[in-house]
């Protein structure tokens, strides 16, 4: 019942907000909404159980990618509004097109998936020991070490790069 | 009468999210429903008293802080101070709220209206709300109940802290964004960039930290400082410099006070702000400097542990109750702040980028190396 | 009322997809197109983190952080593209980025 509630309220404000993102003319406005979208989506994680999850989603996006994009909108956006001559209306009905064959696939993956009885594999699990940084922490450091390993090489060539393409000069 | 309605409004909105952030832990322990009766006073009188009470004391110590920033101020360089209202200016915190209270808000004209009014909240929430996982005190025994003295102890307090502060940070980029005035704008884009850039460093050395406590969490931390019989200033001293200086710049203090340089940019990012929403940023500056100097207190000295438990001669200080000790440190961490204030030039900013980069940066990882190394071996 | 299931979180998310697709095919600017691709890496963490919950096993939450680690990478390496291009056009509208050189 709890749940439900949770649920049903988060999904409302992350929707919504998403909404927002996407439909706002102001692209600060925007960065805002997507803020908004995140904390919420944070707060859902926590209602999964998946607190180290809702931190790092918080620490991450809401306070590290988001302040980022609104660095660079603040730096992008002060001499005339991009979207001056933009041809909305054909963008938008294949945009819409697009959307609702996509929309249709995925309802169709979930009635698939609706039908289908649950494996019994999912009640045998047992729950992980210990808390959930532990859990994830030890999970990282073990079965998953080099994919850990891959993208944290990944962020490195990351930073270089946004540091070549945003530098004047070398 | 707006400014009015608004504070009300925004204070609400922070009692609430300190609410949310402590109504969870409760939600997710379903077990402890033996007794009815007493499990309602335990979940929800409880953890709401201590919400107001913690809420209260910070926006007292708030202004207070204040009129104690413009005294030792005016001590060093050898004023008075403020001295009319009341013996010594005891009053004068009092003072300036009615004066914020009753000034005229203006918006400028071309501001982008809903965006100002929101980045005042944005800044003073998150340095209210941090205070949900900050441990007080050890226990405490108030009318034949045993009371910890925290709003919440969760299992990742520490990436909580972290994480809520690097929320705080919007409100100074819209304020300086909303403003739609040169100075904000200049003013907001050097914070942000310092923000991030000492975070870094800052969320460097709390790994280190945590590396030696095996825990995120902030009571855990304290504990294991009791365990080892030492406070982890001593452990980590280069790390308490980092978080000292890194605490510094987060919280826009001299000497790394360039988001609101007044000789450079008038007032910084609060310029065109007046009443009430000028006094949300003050109180999110000092809330911030007690935020700060409260999780030094806790990761570097111990929390609320009495100092020199091996000493015999000295035993009777651990009489003395945590949350007393507690504040004690707390306090002289905020003397500490004004302190440097009043003592250090102001850092220009390419001096501060370079700091943050090429200095405290690779010290902060080469002290996590050495730490889990040092961790590893022994 | 009905217990909430993973189909639930699985609705949510392939909603929240589909905003994401909406976003990045009806808007022009490239910020706003990186913000609904943004969007669309959070539909598929809340499918993960549902189901590491119903499976009751933690691998979906690390996939999640993996997923959050390529989207910081994509937004330092995409804003740093954005703010190359604009430097030497002076827009963020992505129908005028059309040549091949300048």
Partial sequence: ????????????????????????RNTVHSVLFLVANFLFVAALYVVLHAEFLAVIQVLVYAGGIVVLYLFVVMLVNLKRPPEAHADPRRRGRLGLAVAGLLLAQLVAVLGYSATQAVPAAAAAATAPAGGNVEAVGWLLYTDYLVPFEVASMLLLVAMIGAIILAKREL | MASGRLTKAAHGAAREGAARGDGAP???????????????????????????????????????????????????????????????????????????FVKEDITPARADKWVYTLAPMISLVPALIVFAVIPFGGTAHLFGKTVPLFVADVNVGLLYIVSVASIGVYGLILAGYA??????????LRASAQLISYEVAVTMT?????????????????????????????????????????????????????????????????TEYSGMRF??????????????????????????????????????????????????????????????????????????????????????IANVIVTGAVKVLL | MIPITPAHYMVLSAALFMIGVIGVLVRRNIIVIFMSIELMLNAVNINLVAFAREWHQVVGQVFAVFIIVVAAAEAAVGLGIILAFYRNKETVNIDEMNVMKW
Avoid at chain 1, 5 to 17: D, E, K, P, Q, T
Avoid at chain 2, 238 to 258: H, K, Q, S, V
């Fill in chain 1, 1 to 24: 019942m709890v749940e439900a509630f949770a649920f049903y309220s988060l999904a409302a404000f992350i929707l919504g907000f998403a909404v927002l993102v996407i439909t706002a």
């Fill in chain 2, 26 to 100: 409760p939600a997710t322990e379903p077990g402890s429903g033996a007794e009815p009766r007493l499990n309602m006073i335990d979940i929800v009188i409880i953890p709401l008293l201590k919400i107001v009470i913690v809420f209260v004391a910070v926006l007292f110590g708030v202004a207070y802080l204040v009129l104690l920033e413009r005294k030792v101020q005016a001590w060093v360089q050898v004023r008075l101070g403020p001295m009319r209202v009341g013996p010594h200016g005891v009053l004068q915190p009092i003072a300036d709220a009615l004066k914020l």
């Fill in chain 2, 179 to 188: 403003s739609n005035s040169k100075y904000p704008l200049l003013s907001s």
């Fill in chain 2, 206 to 270: 709390l790994v280190s930290l945590i590396l030696m406590a095996g825990t995120l969490s902030m009571v855990g931390i304290v504990e294991a400082q009791r365990q080892a019989g030492l406070w982890y200033v001593f452990a980590q001293p280069l790390a308490f410099f980092i978080f000292l200086a890194g605490g510094l710049a987060e919280t826009n203090r001299a000497p790394f006070d360039l988001p609101e340089a007044e000789q450079e940019l008038v007032g910084g990012f609060h």
């Fill in chain 2, 279 to 364: 006094a949300f940023f003050f109180l999110a500056e000092y809330a911030n400097m007690i935020v700060v100097s409260s999780v030094a207190t806790t990761l570097f000295f111990g929390g609320w542990l009495a100092p020199f438990p091996n000493v015999h001669a000295l035993a009777f200080l651990g009489l003395v109750p945590g949350w007393i000790w507690f504040l004690l440190k707390v306090f002289c961490f905020l003397y500490l702040f004004l302190w440097i204030r009043a003592t250090l030039p102001r850092y220009r900013y390419d001096q501060l980028m370079r700091l943050g980069w090429k200095v405290l940066i690779p010290l902060a």
